[in-house]
C-alpha cells in the first residue's frame, strides 16, 4: 500500500495543468533576493524560469557583462525555484551571493510558481507574455543562445 500511495504522489506533478499558448497567466507574488515583493503584471513580456541550479547557472551566464537593469529593459523578469535547496545553505550562502548580481532573481521558495510552467531541468524556459497572455514558449539550454534571444528582445 506504500509503494501505491508513493507512486500515486509522484504522478500528481503530470497532472498538474500546464499554461497552453492563448492563456492568460494566473497572478502570482514572490521575493526577490532582497526580499522586495514582484507581482506579475501586464507589463511583462518575457517570463524566465529556471528549474534548477544548472538552468541558473545558464541564465548566469547568459548576463554576464551585462548592466543592472538588463532584463527590465526588456521587459523580463527571471523566477528561480530554490525549493529544493536546504533553507540553511539558501540563507547563509545562495541567496547573500545572489545579492551580487546585476538582475533580479525571483525566488520561488516553495516551488508553487515555477511548478505552473512546463520545463526542464538544466534549461531556462522563456514564455513570451502579451498583456499576461501566453503568446509563445521556448526552451534554452546554452547561455550563448539565451544571450541572443535577449538581445532580440530588445529590439
Known amino acids: 500500500m506504500k509503494y501505491a500511495a508513493a507512486l500515486l504522489l509522484s504522478l500528481l506533478p503530470l497532472l498538474a495543468h500546464a499554461v497552453q499558448t492563448g492563456e492568460t497567466l494566473?497572478?502570482?507574488?514572490l521575493l526577490d533576493?532582497?526580499?522586495?515583493?514582484?507581482?506579475?503584471?501586464?507589463d511583462t513580456r518575457i517570463l524566465l524560469v529556471a528549474r534548477d541550479m544548472d538552468?541558473?547557472?545558464?541564465?548566469?551566464?547568459?548576463?554576464?557583462?551585462?548592466?543592472?537593469?538588463?532584463?527590465?529593459?526588456?521587459?523580463?523578469?527571471?523566477?528561480?525555484?530554490?525549493?529544493?535547496?536546504?533553507?540553511?545553505?539558501s540563507k547563509l550562502f545562495a541567496i547573500p551571493a545572489m545579492r551580487d548580481y546585476s538582475y533580479r532573481v525571483l525566488l520561488d521558495r516553495d516551488g508553487q510558481v515555477a511548478s505552473r510552467y512546463a520545463g526542464?531541468?538544466?534549461?531556462?524556459?522563456?514564455?513570451?507574455?502579451?498583456?499576461?497572455?501566453?503568446?509563445?514558449?521556448?526552451?534554452y539550454t546554452a547561455a550563448d543562445d539565451l544571450k541572443a534571444a535577449l538581445e532580440q528582445a530588445s529590439r
Do not use: C, H
Not at 533576493?33 to 501586464?42: C, E, I
Not at 537593469?69 to 533553507?87: K, N, T, W
Not at 531541468?121 to 501566453?134: A, C
Open 120 to 139: 526542464e531541468e538544466g534549461q531556462v524556459l522563456w514564455l513570451s507574455l502579451d498583456n499576461g497572455v501566453l503568446v509563445g514558449q521556448k526552451a
Open 55 to 89: 538552468g541558473a547557472k545558464l541564465m548566469k551566464a547568459a548576463l554576464a557583462e551585462q548592466p543592472k537593469g538588463y532584463l527590465e529593459a526588456r521587459s523580463a523578469v527571471f523566477v528561480a525555484d530554490i525549493q529544493r535547496m536546504p533553507a540553511l545553505i
Open 33 to 42: 533576493q532582497y526580499d522586495q515583493p514582484y507581482s506579475l503584471g501586464s
Open 26 to 29: 494566473a497572478p502570482w507574488t
